[in-house]
């Protein structure tokens, strides 16, 4: 057979974005986003998202645009992590989940590799196929939000998983998709220069308002103003439902009706306590998850939320009043941003003191109307992060193809 048998010619570029995905909506969202501005704006790019996520599958996605589901992984309380669904050991199932990556990554042959979060991957599970597309000239480029973590706890948690060395060795770009202005998520991180001079910040990444309806379960209920209540994942959003349900069962005349997001990842005995709160209030209407949620959060009077990153990109780019009730553990990535973004005026934060005064609930969504907007604080470049990450995305694709020697690192896995 000749050569162009055996290997068909390129299309046009690719990119392949890795997003490890225990549980949460957080890596999986930003990813999409991401790979959606590229295709948008690069007619002949075609994107593949390698993920953990057990429900990737109910989500759309655009033409040139697909994903390779690898097995799940949860994180339990201790921090151990063990198999979703299937019943292997955890050895076993990130054996199978590092070969999975290894190998589309190798049949892919992308024109650029881009990690979410995990510099690594999964307790190392992507060193391998870095130092692979390292040896052929790849370029790779580890994607970080505003906020990490607490830097006194980030910090020996990359020692730990040996990150820095990764950094200074194998990655060419470092970008982070908010402003440093607003959050810094390595300051007080010991990093060489060459690392830092690798950074750029991006902005958040803007929303566009959907053209789909709202979700069918609240047709005419969303015709007013409504408040929109969402956990993300929901897999620790309980708290939050509870104290603006009190609020609601406490105060029947509050400005606006609510509606309710659970979140796909609650305990079904939770879902099913809330749900049946929500029947006995008039002015409550909740639904476990709907892929939709931007269309809600566009129509919304405003927002309560914990404080993930995609959850505060919507509030900016749809210009909602919010109340942020962000987590402490088992990061303090939720309350730094939060914390920020309430000293910049651009939302208000209520701290969970484990009591959850419902007073304090109800005087907060009174005031909610009047609130600023976020449009009313001047940032610039606030929502250029998608601009940008194009614009970066576009210079490596336009230089010609790298061959380097496969890099000897040995990296730690937990």
């Known amino acids: 057979m000749t050569e162009t048998e055996t290997t068909p010619p390129r299309t046009g570029p690719r990119i392949l974005i890795y997003s490890h995905d225990t549980m949460g909506l957080g890596h999986l969202r930003r990813c999409r986003t991401i790979a959606h501005a590229l295709v948008e704006r690069n007619k002949d790019l075609s994107v593949l998202i390698i993920s953990g996520s057990p429900i990737i599958g109910s989500f759309d996605f655009k033409a040139r645009v697909d994903f390779v589901r690898v097995p799940g992984v949860i994180k339990l309380r201790n921090g151990e992590y063990t198999?979703?669904?299937?019943?292997?050991?955890?050895?076993?199932?990130?054996?199978?989940?590092?070969?999975?990556?290894r190998h589309t990554a190798a049949a892919f042959a992308p024109d650029l590799f881009l990690v979410d979060k995990e510099p690594l991957g999964l307790r190392g599970e992507v060193a391998d196929t870095l130092a692979m597309l390292k040896s052929r000239g790849v370029p790779l480029v580890l994607g970080l939000r505003d906020v990490m973590d607490d830097p006194a706890l980030l910090e020996p948690e990359w020692k730990r998983k040996n990150v820095v060395p990764a950094l200074r060795d194998l990655y060419d770009d470092i970008w982070i998709y908010g402003l440093p202005q607003i959050?810094?998520?390595?300051?007080?991180?010991?990093?060489p220069k060459s690392v830092r001079r690798k950074i750029s910040y991006t902005g958040y990444l803007h929303r566009n308002v959907p053209t789909t309806p709202t979700p069918d379960a609240f047709e005419g209920f969303a015709s007013e103003p409504y408040v929109l209540v969402t956990t993300g994942g929901g897999g620790d959003g309980d708290a939050l439902i509870d104290w603006v349900l009190r609020a609601y069962e406490a105060e029947r005349q509050l400005p606006h009706r609510a509606i309710l997001v659970l979140g796909p990842f609650m305990q079904a005995e939770l879902q099913a306590e809330f749900m049946a709160r929500?029947?006995?209030?008039?002015?409550?209407?909740?639904?476990?998850?709907?892929?939709?949620l931007e269309a809600l959060m566009a129509g919304a009077?405003?927002?309560?939320?914990?404080?993930?990153?995609?959850?505060?990109c919507e509030i900016?780019?749809?210009?909602?009043?919010?109340i942020l009730v962000p987590r402490t553990a088992p990061r303090l990535e939720q309350f730094i941003r939060a914390q920020q973004a309430q000293e910049h005026g651009l939302v208000r934060m209520l701290g969970d003191d484990g009591k959850r005064d419902v007073r304090q609930m109800v005087q907060a969504l009174r005031e909610l109307p009047f609130q600023h907007l976020p449009s009313e604080v001047v940032v610039p470049g606030l929502l250029d992060g998608l601009d940008n990450v194009n614009?970066?995305?576009s210079r490596w694709l336009s230089q010609k193809p790298r061959t380097v020697g496969r890099p000897r690192l040995a990296f730690a896995r937990e």
């Not at 198999?83 to 990556?101: C, K, P, V």
């Not at 029947?279 to 476990?288: C, D, G, S």
């Open 316 to 322: 900016l780019s749809f210009d909602k009043r919010a």
């Open 278 to 292: 929500v029947e006995r209030l008039p002015n409550v209407k909740a639904i476990t998850f709907d892929t939709r």
């Open 301 to 312: 009077a405003g927002v309560v939320a914990m404080g993930g990153y995609n959850t505060f």
């Open 83 to 101: 198999s979703l669904n299937l019943h292997l050991d955890i050895r076993e199932t990130l054996a199978i989940r590092g070969s999975i990556i």
């Open 183 to 191: 959050c810094d998520p390595l300051a007080g991180i010991a990093l």
């Open 391 to 393: 614009r970066l995305t």
